[in-house]
């Protein structure tokens, strides 16, 4: 079956631009989340949608960064005014249901963003 | 979320098992431990989770000793494919609505 897409796989900025990463989770999964990941580290906690509700937004590194799930199925993560210390790669991961006794997530590819 | 320590790197050969150990001293009553894989250019994967004693997949091996401060991944036979970075997590299965804390991860390189 489908897994979790994200578009556009490659993403060049200059600083300044505004940004539109798109995710598309598994269809009928009630949890999303987004995540950042720095060259060479492991992924950070950016936000979370239960359906369309964004419950936990507490990862998102400035006011520059906005997320929105506004159906409760597709996500997109907007970054304004991009600056060069957001250049990493954004990972959407989504799962069936909302936080149970399982900590799998399901990860799309990821967006590589490059501001430069 | 409990703090994990991990090796930073491991090299391997074909054929042979390899035993990824984390610890992470601070772990709480209700704290599971999750292991992920992370290929190049690809998200993490999920692998397995435990609580105590031991688990077993059709991927990976996880012993969790009965202090439950650290626990091992073990990857039997491994191939050229399981070249990745292996990450330890540890936290409660309700905390903050599941969402996942990663450390920097264990990078496991397989040669011929």
């Known amino acids: 079956g489908a897994g979790v897409s994200q578009s556009p796989r490659y993403k060049v900025a200059k600083r300044g631009q505004d940004v539109a990463l798109r995710c598309d989770p598994i269809?009928?999964?009630?949890?999303l989340f987004w995540y950042q990941q720095a060259l060479g580290q492991g992924p950070e906690f950016l936000t979370y949608f239960q359906n369309e509700a964004q419950l936990d937004k507490s990862g998102l590194p400035s006011d520059r960064f906005f997320a929105e799930r506004p159906e409760g199925s597709v996500s997109t993560l907007k970054i304004q005014r991009t600056q060069q210390e957001d250049s990493a790669v954004y990972l959407c991961?989504?799962?069936?249901?909302?936080?149970?006794?399982?900590?799998?997530?399901?990860f799309g590819p990821g967006t590589r963003l490059t501001v430069t | 979320l409990a703090k994990t320590t991990q090796p930073i790197s491991m090299d391997s050969y074909e054929g042979q098992e390899v035993n990824i150990t984390c610890s992470h001293n601070n772990i709480a009553t209700n704290d599971y431990i999750t292991w992920y894989q992370q290929f190049p250019s690809q998200g993490p994967r999920f692998i397995i989770q435990?609580?105590?004693t031991k688990v077993t997949n059709e991927v990976a091996s996880l012993f969790i000793p009965a202090d439950r401060k650290s626990s091992t991944l073990s990857l039997p036979r491994v191939s050229l494919s399981d070249t990745a970075v292996y990450y330890c997590?540890?936290?409660?299965?309700?905390?903050?609505?599941?969402?996942?804390?990663f450390g920097a991860g264990t990078q496991v390189v397989v040669t011929p």
């Open positions: 435990g609580y105590k």
């Open positions: 991961a989504s799962r069936p249901g909302p936080a149970g006794d399982s900590y799998e997530q399901y």
């Open positions: 997590l540890v936290g409660p299965p309700t905390d903050s609505w599941g969402k996942l804390q």
């Open positions: 269809s009928g999964h009630v949890s």
